[in-house]
């Protein structure tokens, strides 16, 4: 990162981000005398201070980030569908085995994760809907909401999905009940996407 001549850099966040803000430092992006402040016990008042005064924000995605919307402050929104934390309980190695259930203690419950890891979730399950015929897709639904639709699903990895299939990345991918099935694998030699259910017993 370039700082121009008398502009100063501040790294603000939670205590559990102080690792992120170490590693930043170690990088040795910008010169240390450069950094006006670097600490985890700013209030949430000179927070909103400190950005009312910025002229560029570079936020994760956070209560922050939308403080300095609102302060209509210049900013690049960095967003990351899954935590950490939540990409280590939904990844496992090696690959899913072909038309099974997702079952409990596959993953994680997808009304657990976080607000954007679910939209994008819902993101990927109106994609794969884009496959088949608006008929089709109808039937997929009505199963789906039976069965406690997408938040009610649980959703699972196998493999590093660190990048899309087109750009050579290669995993498996479940979404679903012990009642409904939506899986895409890539790591066979050929992708392998279906979409099944069964309605929910009254």
């Known amino acids: ?26 990088a040795k ?8 402040a670097d600490n985890a ?5 000179q927070a909103v201070v400190l950005l009312a005064r910025a002229d560029m ?13 609102a302060l209509d402050r210049p900013m690049i929104a960095l967003y990351g569908s899954l935590s950490p934390q939540e990409r280590q309980k939904v990844t496992h190695d090696g690959g899913a085995l072909s038309a099974v259930p997702v079952k409990d203690g596959d993953g994680a419950k997808v009304s ?10 819902k993101a990927i399950y ?14 997929i639904r009505r199963i789906a909401d039976a069965n ?3 938040n009610g699903m649980g959703i699972a990895f196998w493999g590093p999905a660190e990048k899309r299939c087109r750009d050579g ?13 939506c899986d895409y694998e890539n790591q066979r030699k050929h992708i392998h996407m279906s979409m099944k259910g069964k309605l929910a017993e009254k």
């Open 1 to 26: 990162m370039q700082l121009l001549a008398g502009e100063r850099l501040h790294l603000h966040g939670a205590r559990e981000q102080r690792v992120v803000r170490r590693k930043v430092l170690a």
């Open 29 to 36: 992006a910008v010169d240390r005398q450069a950094i006006g």
């Open 41 to 45: 016990r700013t209030t949430l008042d």
């Open 57 to 69: 924000v570079v936020s994760n995605d956070s209560g922050l980030m939308h403080v300095a919307a």
């Open 112 to 121: 657990d994760l976080s607000p954007t890891a679910q939209a994008k979730v």
């Open 126 to 139: 109106e994609g794969r809907l884009k496959f088949f015929s608006e008929d089709i897709a109808g039937r």
């Open 148 to 150: 406690g639709g997408v």
């Open 169 to 181: 990345g290669k995993w498996d991918f479940k979404l679903g009940s012990t009642n409904f099935l």
